[in-house]
């Protein structure tokens, strides 16, 4: 039974930078998809990007392309969400999810805000 913890939220200004991560434990790590998912008030729980085991193949969500970036490190057990150039709307709880056991972490607070 697998279990995520996230961090590195916070509040930040627009156009700042964050850098989350999400440790993995209670299964292997390097042999899975890893995903991270954002969710506003009011609104859905919407996919942000995701990585592949090896860390070769990474997606992105139209409207964080070209500013966020999604890596790992298998030997620790953890994946980063690096966001750069932060917007208002950018502002959410973010989540990483291990997509094959569906399990999700605890989710960590970003708002990006002057």
């Known amino acids: 039974q697998g279990q995520l913890v996230e961090s590195g939220g916070g509040l930040v200004q627009p156009g700042g930078s964050l850098r989350l991560s999400c440790e993995a434990s209670g299964f292997i790590f390097s042999n899975y998809r890893m995903d991270w998912y954002r969710q506003a008030p009011g609104k859905t729980r919407d996919l942000v990007a995701f990585i592949t085991p090896s860390g070769s193949v990474t997606r992105y969500a139209d409207s964080v392309k070209d500013r966020f970036v999604i890596s790992r490190d298998n030997a620790k057990n953890t994946v980063y969400l690096q966001m750069n150039n932060l917007k208002p709307e950018d502002t959410a709880v973010y989540y990483c999810?291990?997509?094959?056991?569906?399990?999700w972490g605890q989710g960590t607070q970003v708002t990006v805000s002057s």
């Open positions: 999810l291990w997509v094959t056991g569906y399990v």
